[in-house]
Structure formats: C-alpha cells, structure tokens
C-alpha cells in the first residue's frame, strides 16, 4: 500500500495544475488573442471601405465636377483615417481607440454627404459602376457594423475574465493584464432622427 507522502506527491502537482488552470492562467490569453483576432477583422473591413473609397470618388468625378468641394473632402477623411493605426497592443488605450474611432467617423460622415449629393446626377445614379460601388458599401458598411459588435463581445469576454474570480488571480499575477477598449461606432449627432424633407 502507498504511503501517505507518495501519494501527496503524486496528487500535489496535479492539484496544482487544477489550482492554476482554474486562475486564468491559459484562459485569459485565450480571450485576449480572441479579442486581438476580432480587431483585427475590423480593421480589415475598413481597410476594405478605404480601398473601395477611390474607386468610388473616381467615378463620381466623372460625372459630377461641381462636387468637388465633397470629393476633397472624403479624399482627405479617408487619408486621415489611413494614418491612424491601432495595433493590438493599443487596445488598452482608450484614447488612441478612440482616435481611430474618429478618423472612422469622418469619413463615414464624407461619403453620405457624397452619396447624398449624387441623388441630383440621374445618369450616375443609374450608372452600372456606380451602382455597383454603391452596393458594396453599403454592404462593407454592414461588415464593419458586425465586426465591431463580435470585437466588442470578444472585450466584453476578455474585461469580463480578467475581473472576476478565479481568472482574476492569474490576470494580475501572471499576465498583468489590463482591460481592453470596446468600439463604440458612433457619429456626431447620431442619437438625432433624420429630417425627410420631399420638397412640398
């Protein structure tokens, strides 16, 4: 029969595993390379709007020189949002989060203003191209929309575990994680309903 050390040394190390894998030790990683994953998806949706944003402005300038003003405008937005970059490692910054959110707006902002002003050009509205350009928008548009709400459940998870026991332990202890910044997509005055306006 087993003494009673035998048996603690086989048994400790084993309740020790248990002990550690039960404190976020492979948990919270898991999460956060989850999270990083899902940035990752939108940032490639709206390097995706970017690169149909020039095909876009191209053909509207085709046919509509009057706009220039609006075409500057998105070109310079989509530029700007461009430039500013957040990597993974920024996602516990929620200043930098929030610039890029920003920059994202603008040019949200620049090309429904575009898109609005094309409603006076029959012949583009009803350009083939230009069809085309504007439903993939509208549906990289929709991408976006569903990779920002699956990164922000992926944070919800990672801030979620990384704050509650017994992940909590092993969060602070072994990894020193920190919280990371949900998206929050929104554009200035947003929370206000549209004006329809037929004319009359």
């Not at 890029?100 to 902002?109: D, E, R, T, V």
Request: proline share 5%; net charge positive.
């Amino acid at each position: 029969m087993p003494s009673f050390s035998r048996l603690r040394a086989i048994f400790l190390p084993v309740l020790g595993a248990l002990a550690l894998s039960a404190c976020g030790i492979n948990s919270v990683p898991a999460a956060e390379e989850v999270a990083k994953a899902k940035w990752a998806d939108v940032q490639a949706q709206y390097q995706r709007r970017s690169n149909l944003v020039g095909n876009l402005v191209a053909t509207v300038k085709a046919a509509g020189k009057q706009e220039q003003d609006t075409l500057v405008r998105v070109t310079e937005a989509r530029a700007r949002a461009t430039s500013v970059q957040v990597n993974a490692e920024d996602l516990s910054d929620p200043a930098k989060v929030q610039q890029f959110q920003q920059a994202q707006a603008q040019l949200s902002q620049g090309l429904g203003r575009l898109l609005a002003n094309v409603e006076a050009y029959p012949d583009l509205k009803t350009n083939q191209n230009f069809l085309d350009l504007q439903s993939q928008l509208e549906g990289t548009e929709n991408r976006i929309a569903v990779a920002i709400r699956d990164y922000n459940e992926a944070v919800r998870g990672y801030n979620t575990r990384i704050r509650t026991f017994p992940d909590a332990i092993g969060a602070k202890l072994v990894h020193g994680a920190k919280p990371m910044t949900p998206f929050q997509a929104t554009t200035p005055g947003a929370e206000e309903a549209p004006k329809v306006d037929f004319g009359n």
